[in-house]
């Protein structure tokens, strides 16, 4: 548990935090640039001080009262925006800074195993001018993770990166994620990373918090989603459970029934993430036959809200999970839909993430 | 053809320029480190008084040293009080009168190096657990060594080349106060051309090889990080 309460004023910004965040899993702090997210980061690590804050990180006081733990005592790891390397230290010297001082070895993450995950062997030598974006930011984060952090802090790290260097870096996160249990906390702006990254999601406004919640919940919240316009999705969280071999399918099991994707390599029992535009979810109020839509699950209509003159994003449970469809206002009429209608949700295209 | 007070004047020249680049260093790196970080409005203060031996003529400096120095200044009056007699024309005052003539050499090149490595570094370092004084000597004494270099070796060429301030307060004493730069002068005022010869051009080819070093190791450390 991650607990943060303060008050910042600075001329005419006001930030007002009271939250807790679970302790485990990728916590995201998304919100327009300017709304106080990469502040309070910040504050939670000790990098600015502000009088009669409150941080706690489970149920240790890092700062209360006359306590104020100092960024170095603290148990975390950070990344900054820009990777902050040492213009003195070769790759190697810089990790081991981290590595040298953090303490507890034993039960950090092994040295092989950071340099493996982030494919830092080839960079070990290189002197951190002559490093690209994405490679000078998978070493911050390599040094983040050396430290043995127990909580592990990260500010928009993919931001100051090209396409390819943050598609790259994001799949490593992903990988990260999987293989350690650090909890995160993830500043970012970006819709994608925070689909396919987060678990817990806070969602700011300029200087406070509008919503807080459990990803899949939040995302698919009709006000909010219906800001995202024609780019609305749902995040559905599946397990692999099979594949059909004659047909070259890939079945994935979630509460609402099972779907059926072209085949992926991945190995049965693999949690996965789904991503489902509400725009690529059609509603129909018998079951279709006839059509060349494979996957169809029977729902349940929980509300409606306008996104345009014509469209409007209709939200359904799938077996207790919330699933965004778009549609137009004259089929919602047509259709009779309002919450409570029990319906069918023909999905054409599901992501992978 | 060099005599052995001429001999002597550079060892005093060179031991004054020594003492006075260490001492200057090491009230130097806090002082700068300070007016590289505070956001005090004391600052401008002592900013302004620091630069005053840029422009001031050295003999004002010197003039009021030996006021402060002499046997009825406060200085003077302190030490003879601790039993050291007064401290003008001995080479214990232009020590002091040396470090307060070469003071802005020493600090600016270092204050503008620690204030050029902002705080980014610091935090990254801090968050590595590395504690305050951890920091400063693995981080910011490492990137502020070009700096620390340009100021030591300032330091000591000017303090070398410095003649208002030591004529008013070390007097002309062979082999105590008497430093290179008024052995010239007096080489010159007694018509020894040869001799003056010697040591100006010794100094200044001295000089030039000192600054050229560093300028060139500034240029490959600017090289390996940009």
Redesign the interface.
């Known amino acids: 548990m991650i607990e943060s309460t303060f008050t910042l004023q600075r001329s005419d910004f006001r930030l007002e935090v009271d939250e807790a965040f679970p302790g485990r899993g990728v916590t995201a702090l998304f919100g327009p640039s300017g709304c106080g997210k990469t502040t309070w980061l910040r504050v939670i690590?000790g990098?600015e001080r502000i009088r009669d804050a409150v941080i706690r990180f489970d149920g240790n006081s890092w700062q209360d009262g006359r306590t104020f733990l100092?960024?170095?005592?603290r148990p975390?790891?950070?990344v900054?925006q820009?990777a902050?390397?040492?213009?003195?230290m070769n790759v190697e010297a810089y990790l081991r800074?981290?590595w040298r001082?953090?303490?507890r070895r034993d039960d950090g993450i092994p040295w092989e195993e950071v340099i493996g995950l982030l494919e830092l062997e080839p960079l070990l030598h290189r002197?951190p001018?002559s490093l690209s974006g994405g490679e000078a930011q998978r070493v911050a984060i390599g040094?983040?993770l050396l430290?043995a952090p127990r909580l592990l802090l990260m500010d928009e790290p993919l931001s100051a990166l090209d396409a390819a260097a943050r598609k790259h870096i994001l799949s490593l996160l992903e990988r990260l994620k999987c293989e350690l249990s650090i909890p995160v906390i993830y500043v970012s702006h970006s819709r994608d990373e925070v689909a396919r990254l987060t678990d817990h999601l806070v969602l700011m406004g300029r200087g406070h918090v509008r919503a807080s919640g459990p990803l899949a919940e939040l995302w698919t919240r009709l006000d909010i989603a219906a800001e995202h316009g024609g780019a609305a999705s749902s995040v559905v969280e599946a397990r692999v459970a099979g594949h059909d071999e004659a047909w070259n399918l890939t079945l994935l099991d979630f509460p609402g029934g099972r779907f059926m994707v072209a085949r992926e390599a991945l190995p049965t029992g693999a949690d996965v993430r789904l991503r489902i535009m509400a725009r690529d979810v059609s509603i129909t109020l018998e079951r279709q036959t006839g059509t060349s839509i494979l996957n169809i699950f029977p729902a349940t209509v929980t509300g409606l809200a306008p996104t345009g003159p014509a469209q409007m994003l209709v939200r359904l449970d799938v077996g207790g999970v919330p699933l965004l469809s778009g549609v137009t206002r004259r089929s919602a009429h047509a259709l009779g839909l309002k919450p409570g209608r029990k319906v069918h949700a023909q999905v054409k295209a599901v992501a992978l993430l | 053809m060099i005599s052995s007070a001429d001999i002597s004047a550079l060892k005093v020249t060179l031991l004054l320029a020594g003492t006075t680049t260490i001492i200057l260093l090491l009230a130097g790196i806090p002082l700068a480190w300070w007016l590289a970080r505070t956001r005090c409005r004391l600052r401008l203060m002592l900013e302004a008084v620091i630069a005053l031996p840029l422009v001031l003529p050295p003999t004002v400096l010197g003039f009021y040293l030996l006021l402060m120095l002499g046997p009825d200044g406060p200085l003077g009056r302190f030490s003879e009080m601790l039993g050291f007699g007064s401290l003008a024309f001995t080479f214990t005052g232009l020590v002091i009168g040396s470090c307060i003539y070469s003071l802005p050499f020493a600090v600016q090149p270092m204050r503008d190096a620690f204030a050029a490595m902002g705080d980014?570094?610091l935090?990254?370092?801090?968050?590595?657990?590395?504690?305050p004084l951890?920091?400063f000597l693995?981080?910011t004494l490492?990137?502020a060594?070009p700096g620390i270099l340009t100021a030591t070796v300032l330091t000591f060429a000017h303090t070398l080349g410095e003649f208002g301030v030591v004529l008013m307060i070390g007097g002309n004493i062979p082999g105590r106060t008497q430093v290179l730069s008024i052995a010239i002068y007096d080489h010159v005022e007694a018509l020894e051309y040869a001799n003056a010869h010697i040591l100006s051009a010794g100094l200044l080819i001295f000089s030039f090889l000192l600054l050229l070093f560093t300028y060139g190791l500034g240029h490959r450390m600017r090289m390996?990080?940009?």
């Open positions: 690590a990098l100092p960024v170095h005592r975390i790891g950070y900054f820009d902050a390397l040492f213009p003195h800074y981290g001082r953090n303490g002197r001018a040094r983040a430290s | 980014r570094p935090e990254a370092a801090a968050t590595l657990r590395a504690g951890d920091r693995t981080v490492p990137l060594t390996i990080r940009p």
